[in-house]
């Protein structure tokens, strides 16, 4: 069966430095990965989608950025972190298809509060 | 662009039957979800309709309405673990199964 793996659950950081999480799927190949952002309250808010290797489409300007070094593997990353990174982030995976809706599985979590 | 609207909150008794609706705007529409989350947690999957109708999974259903852009939430013999959000979402054109999600209901069971 198919997991989703997503660390650390929480995080404190400064403003101003980096930020790195990760995400890892097994069990599937060649799945689409997504990193959503959600505040405090709110909905979910898609930053991020990868269909493969090395392939990342960003939906909003942002101070973030995301890779894909390996098919089961998506990162999320920030030079340097604003106080408006504060979130919960959630990575997400569904199989691999460029048009057939299927459904999205989400990891854990990780808690971000920026100070 | 696409707009969903779900009602912030909403409260009920144990036992009883409520219905969470959802209504969408979009440019174009390819299905339409549910997910469950509970407070501090990921959401996790409870329906998906992308033709006009009920589909039933047990407690849940959940309908579906495209030509008025209208789906709603049944969720019966409501339990207290039944107290979460619960967000709409829908699937635009363009495939690579990208979602926009609506804020969310929080429902509240009492006993």
């Known amino acids: 069966s198919q997991t989703i793996h997503q660390w650390p659950a929480t995080l404190v950081q400064p403003v101003g430095s980096p930020l790195s999480l990760e995400c890892t799927v097994e069990?599937?190949?060649?799945?689409?990965l997504y990193w959503y952002r959600q505040a405090a309250g709110r909905g979910l808010q898609l930053l991020f989608y990868s269909v493969g290797i090395g392939q990342i489409s960003s939906e909003v300007p942002q101070n973030l950025s995301a890779s894909r070094p390996q098919d089961r593997q998506f990162i999320l990353s920030s030079k340097k972190l604003l106080l408006s990174d504060s979130g919960f982030y959630l990575c997400?995976?569904?199989?691999?298809?460029?048009?057939?809706?299927?459904?999205?599985?989400f990891g854990a979590g990780t808690r971000l509060s920026v100070l | 662009g696409q707009n969903i609207d779900q009602p912030t909150e909403m409260t009920a008794t144990e036992g009883a039957i409520v219905q969470i609706n959802c209504t969408y705007q979009t440019s174009g529409f390819n299905g339409l979800f549910w997910y469950q989350q509970h407070a501090g947690e990921a959401p996790t999957f409870l329906s998906y309709n992308v033709l006009d109708g009920l589909e039933e999974k047990g407690r849940f259903s959940s309908f579906l309405s495209r030509s008025k852009g209208y789906s709603y939430l049944l969720l019966k013999e409501l339990q207290m673990k039944d107290s979460a959000s619960y967000l709409c979402?829908?699937?635009?054109?363009?495939?690579?199964?990208?979602?926009?999600f609506g804020a969310g209901t929080r429902l509240a069971v009492h006993p």
């Open positions: 069990g599937t190949s060649n799945p689409n």
């Open positions: 979402a829908v699937s635009p054109p363009g495939g690579y199964n990208k979602l926009i």
């Open positions: 997400a995976w569904s199989e691999w298809s460029s048009s057939r809706e299927d459904i999205q599985y």
